[in-house]
């Protein structure tokens, strides 16, 4: 085996790593965002992040038929595609809550549970029907913006592409504005009293159920945001993408602690990480004998390991058991 | 008694009517609507029995005869209703939500895969397929191999709590897909992708045609597991299974044994998902990963929650009425809407030959379940026909701020 290999490739894995990891961790925030306040796992989740990819998608392509897509600074129409993926995602997610789950409320846990699952589903198959008639195809392709597409070379063996860059950096920008909502204002109080105890905090006056669907516009409108950038950094969309980054997107939050903002992130980046360096090493370790298709057992393994022998994750947070 | 001649008169017309139609879709729709009416009607328990094994075991196989797709269908549904079965077994009277149910299918189909097909060559060398007739002894290999992975998987993540035991479950079964496909290398033992053909089918008694065949062993094997299933309900260990869904805390302080009870529901539905996995094979004669996605997991949860979870007659009604529904009514609404495009038919101002050709109904099953997952959860939790007791505890759980869950 040659060593040489492993240690020249590593700083290349540890970016597509960390690329990887900040999309999980802009999606997990979704699933730990929604437990920590219901103690429910929105399974619904990775089709709301897939949404914000197809919003993206359609812009983009409607504003190159258009011809503007060339003409208008590549900052601006990035920021364009970002905002309203959000918001459609967003809204999407809060509409979820108000149809399937509101009613259910109070039921034992595993009720919203098959729910969310349903709602998974319906969305899925509803992407595919409503592109199929509006494009008459389901199977995406971002439109390529040039500049995106550069890359910096960092040595003679890494290099770094603008959109990469841009994930990165739009990652934390999120990250570190969601951080401060919470911690800092007034409305992250009352999510965090709502999460903490729900009949106290209405009884302090904080209207339970706004803070719920603001919960869900929180979580839903980072899972667009990252949906968008999914499509910027991957390229290739269709209605079931979403489904795997999801369930990966929920093994990093129950990695850090579910329930525990901080603790998403962390876990999004760890598992990012062990995912990439899965993906390029365990062929060359293996000699060839297991490769890169093995990176999703890879990923659920760490899950039912971190379930079994650390249940609070990394960051652990005391999950309470509620009957 | 109204009822009773109802429900006879019912059967015999539409017995008729599929012998007179054997290519409408609707009349096939209306039989099965009469089995089910035949289930319901007022009458004694004999004359039921007697009417439903005269349907099954007699009208089934002559309608076959006259239209062998539908018997493909019965076959179908009787798989299904085995496996909506087993899952009761896990999710409705365990109450453990298992998202990766179809693995165990898969497991078992595998098993007489392997082996009853010239794969087992590339591990031992020569000398297979093995010959048919141990087909019926792998019937006991796949369910004792399915029911084992079930007690693996289920020692270790039997411990954590309901929510995190389907995410875990659901891991399991996207684990043996992603190796049923991979497993090509180092040693090819599933062949990848590609899947496993020819599979060996196990000899037809009385020189019986295939499909008749293997209708009539569904057919024995969905009786079988029906008979188990109620002996189980009312038995001890399904008792503790109850408590167990009522309550962890109680059932344990009442000396319930939790992670026995736990496991031994976990073999049994998968075990029956196993001894079907082995039928499906021999009957398909080519089995590929693609059989084994969440989807077929999640169809069968969809089976189960449409009857109604712990309820016998529920699963099987579900199973009924989900596969009917993808194999016949989104196909037949698919081929109708084609043979409409192609005539160029308008409606109300719209040429339907403008219809987007990836538009294609046949393809929409996720829809399909997701609509009755989330509508039966929100407005009938308990099912189509539920088991009283199942309908006292969602009662009994309503919170003020709930639905109005109507008193039983």
């Known amino acids: ?323 | 008694m109204i009822q009773l001649v109802g429900a006879v008169a019912f059967l015999i017309a539409s017995g008729i009517a599929v012998a007179t139609f054997p290519r409408s879709v609707l009349v096939f729709l209306a039989f099965q609507a009469a089995l089910f009416a035949v289930y319901l009607a007022r009458m004694p328990a004999w004359l039921r029995a007697a009417l439903l094994g005269l349907a099954l075991l007699v009208m089934m196989p002559l309608i076959g005869l006259y239209n062998g797709y539908y018997l493909e269908v019965a076959t179908q549904v009787g798989i299904f209703v085995a496996l909506a079965l087993g899952l009761n077994i896990v999710v409705g009277l365990a109450g453990l939500l298992d998202l990766g149910y179809v693995a165990f299918f898969a497991v078992g189909a595998y098993s007489w895969a392997i082996f009853g097909s010239p794969q087992a060559n590339a591990i031992f060398g020569g000398g297979f397929p093995l010959a048919p007739i141990w087909f019926y002894l792998f019937l006991g290999v796949g369910l004792a191999v399915a029911g084992a992975t079930g007690v693996v998987l289920g020692l270790p993540v039997l411990r954590l709590r309901g929510d995190y035991l389907a995410i875990v479950t659901l891991g399991f079964g996207e684990v043996i897909r992603v190796l049923a496909n991979n497993l090509d290398k180092p040693i090819n033992l599933t062949n990848g992708p590609r899947g496993i053909t020819p599979i060996t089918r196990p000899p037809a008694p009385f020189g019986m045609p295939y499909p008749e065949y293997f209708y009539f062993l569904v057919l024995a094997i969905v009786v079988l597991v029906v008979l188990v299933n109620r002996r189980l309900e009312n038995s001890h260990i399904g008792r503790a299974w109850e408590a167990i869904r009522e309550d962890e805390l109680a059932a344990q302080a009442m000396g319930v044994p939790l992670v026995r009870s736990k496991l031994l529901a976990f073999a049994c539905g998968a075990s029956f998902a196993g001894i079907m996995g082995v039928v499906f094979s021999a009957k398909q004669v080519f089995i590929n990963p693609e059989s084994f996605t969440f989807l077929e997991s999640i169809g069968v949860l969809a089976m189960v929650i449409l009857g109604g979870m712990g309820s016998i007659p529920g699963a099987v009604l579900g199973a009924t009425v989900v596969t009917v529904l993808n194999l016949q009514v989104l196909k037949g609404f698919s081929l109708w809407l084609n043979e409409l495009k192609n005539a160029g038919v308008v409606v109300l101002g719209f040429n339907l030959a403008d219809l987007p050709t990836q538009l294609e109904p046949a393809k929409y099953e996720r829809m399909i379940f997701g609509i009755i997952l989330v509508l039966m959860m929100i407005f009938r939790p308990q099912g189509i026909l539920p088991v009283r007791r199942r309908q006292r505890e969602l009662a009994a759980r309503a919170p003020a701020t709930g639905p109005a869950t109507p008193a039983p």
Do not use: C
Not at chain 1, 82 to 98: I, P, Y
Not at chain 1, 180 to 188: S, Y
Not at chain 1, 262 to 282: K, Q
């Open chain 1, 1 to 323: 085996m040659d060593v040489e290999i492993l240690v020249n490739i590593l700083p290349q894995v540890l970016l597509d790593g960390l690329i990887l990891g900040f999309m999980y961790a802009l999606i997990a925030l979704g699933y730990t965002m929604v437990y920590g306040v219901l103690e429910f796992i929105n399974f619904a989740h990775s089709e709301i992040f897939i949404v914000g990819a197809f919003v993206g998608v359609e812009i983009l392509l409607g504003l190159k038929s258009a011809g503007w897509l060339e003409h208008l600074p590549w900052p601006l129409v990035l920021l364009l595609v970002l905002l309203a993926g959000m918001v459609v995602s967003g809204a999407l997610a809060v509409t979820v809550e108000r149809v399937a789950y509101r009613p259910l409320r109070g039921a034992p846990r595993l009720i919203p549970l098959i729910s969310a699952i349903g709602i998974s589903f319906f969305l899925q198959d509803l992407i595919r029907l409503v592109e199929s008639i509006w494009r008459n195809a389901f199977n995406l392709v971002y439109p390529t913006i040039d500049v995106l597409n550069e890359r910096f070379e960092l040595t003679p063996t890494i290099d770094v592409s603008v959109k990469s860059l841009v994930v990165i950096v739009a990652a934390l920008a999120m990250l570190g504005v969601l951080h401060a909502l919470v911690n800092r204002t007034k409305i992250g109080t009352a999510i965090r009293a709502v999460a903490e105890d729900q009949t106290a905090a209405s009884l302090m006056g904080i209207n339970v159920n706004r803070i719920i669907s603001l919960t869900f516009l929180i979580g839903g409108a980072m899972g667009g945001a990252a949906g968008v950038l999914f499509g910027v950094q991957y390229g290739l969309i269709n209605p079931y993408t979403g489904f795997i980054p999801g369930l990966k997107a929920f093994t990093a939050a129950v990695l850090g602690g579910i329930g525990n903002i901080p603790g998403a992130m962390i876990g999004g980046l760890v598992l990012g990480l062990l995912e990439a360096f899965a993906a390029s090493y365990l062929s060359l370790l293996t000699g060839g004998r297991f490769g890169a298709e093995y990176k999703d057992i890879f990923a659920f393994s760490v899950l039912i390991l971190i379930l079994i022998f650390r249940p609070k994750g990394l960051l652990g947070e005391v999950v309470r058991e509620r009957a």
